[in-house]
């Protein structure tokens, strides 16, 4: 007789074989109707509701968060309308947002929906608290995290990257239910900026704008003429690290010589065992893309194995100062684009810019 977790595997292995490759215009069971989606958007709005908000913006499922530039819709991922593309995400990016995390972006989202459905970036009243609309965006950028003139919502100090960003997390923040922002944000020069939100959201509470359609250029699901397997590879991106041996004086601080521990662990099994703890903590708290980390561990795994290394008896002690290593490399790439370790005190990053 067949092991039922065996009959399970194989089922869901099939299931993801059967949803990698069509196209997602032929998934026609992906759609807000029914799903989790349409339970957190319903969520959203008793949100808005609460806050004396009428407006509701229109939400369609895409290829991932956000809100098309100057258009008040919120795109949300295809994977949240489905558990068995949720699986895939799973595997894929190891994590799937829970509802408390979706919510957080779906916040998020409705500011920059209210923010273009009422045009206020053109108010000069909301230039003077956020800057510029038009200041250039950048995918990379630099934060302080000691500013106190931003609020904390995503992480990665998100409200710093670019002024329509700092009033959407400034939204996020005045929406959440029990926020009790003038308390926590008290003394801060933040709180000018959630002073301006409430004002002006009451000054609109009852205005209710003409809602758009998702266009092909706004990427619905409709128009994705590609497979779920051709998404995942089109998102991946890698470190570009020339010379694999780049961090070998790094992963003998870490670990320890063979000669030194005949007994010890292998450090490339010890990578392997930990590799998706590592990847899904590290991409966390960077904000990184998981295949970009995943892409640093792995060359660690196989350096660590060339060098024949071995883990001392301190495990968690070499966890944590491992993912704290690659955490510091994922962040300088990821604001500076310079690979390698910093060169000492007042060393200045190259390429460096706000």
């Not at 895939?88 to 459905?117: K, P, Q, T, W």
């Not at 780049?246 to 930990?274: C, S, T």
């Not at 290394?309 to 100062?321: K, S």
Request: net charge negative; proline share 6%; with cysteine.
């Amino acid at each position: 007789m067949r092991d039922i977790a065996v009959d399970a595997h194989e089922q869901e292995a099939a299931e993801r074989r059967e949803l990698r490759y069509p196209p997602f215009g032929h998934l026609v069971e992906v759609e807000v109707r029914g799903t989790r989606v349409e339970r957190l958007v319903q969520r959203l709005y008793a949100e808005l509701a609460e806050r004396g908000v009428r407006y509701r913006p229109p939400v369609y499922l895409s290829d991932q968060w956000g809100c098309p530039d100057g258009t008040p819709l919120i795109g949300v991922p295809f994977y949240l309308a489905d558990p068995r593309l949720e699986r895939i995400e799973a595997e894929m990016s190891f994590a799937v947002e829970d509802d408390e995390e979706a919510m957080r972006y779906l916040r998020h989202e409705a500011g920059h929906a209210v923010n273009y459905a009422f045009r206020l970036h053109e108010r000069p009243e909301w230039q003077a608290a956020f800057g510029s609309f038009e200041r250039p965006y950048r995918d990379r950028y630099r934060a302080n995290p000691l500013s106190r003139a931003h609020v904390r919502h995503i992480l990665g100090w998100y409200a710093q990257k670019h002024p329509d960003e700092d009033f959407a997390e400034t939204f996020a923040v005045w929406l959440t239910p029990d926020s009790d922002w003038r308390r926590e944000y008290a003394g801060w020069p933040a709180i000018q900026k959630l002073e301006y939100v409430d004002s002006v959201m009451r000054e609109i509470a009852d205005a209710e704008p003409t809602a758009p359609v998702p266009t092909e250029d706004d990427l619905p699901v409709e128009a994705m003429h590609y497979s779920v397997a051709e998404h995942y590879e089109e998102e991946s991106d890698a470190i570009p690290i020339e010379d694999e041996r780049q961090f070998d004086v790094d992963l003998r601080q870490i670990f320890i010589r063979h000669k030194d521990a005949p007994a010890g662990e292998l450090a490339h099994e010890f990578l392997r065992r930990h590799h998706r703890e590592i990847v899904a903590r590290v991409a966390f708290w960077t904000s990184e893309h998981p295949s970009v980390v995943r892409s640093l561990v792995d060359i660690l795994e196989r350096r660590v194995e060339a060098l024949e290394l071995r883990v001392g008896t301190l495990e968690a002690a070499t966890l944590i100062e491992l993912t704290a290593f690659a955490t510091a490399v994922v962040m300088m790439y990821r604001h500076t684009r310079v690979i390698g370790r910093a060169r000492g005190n007042g060393a200045r990053p190259v390429g460096a810019s706000r």
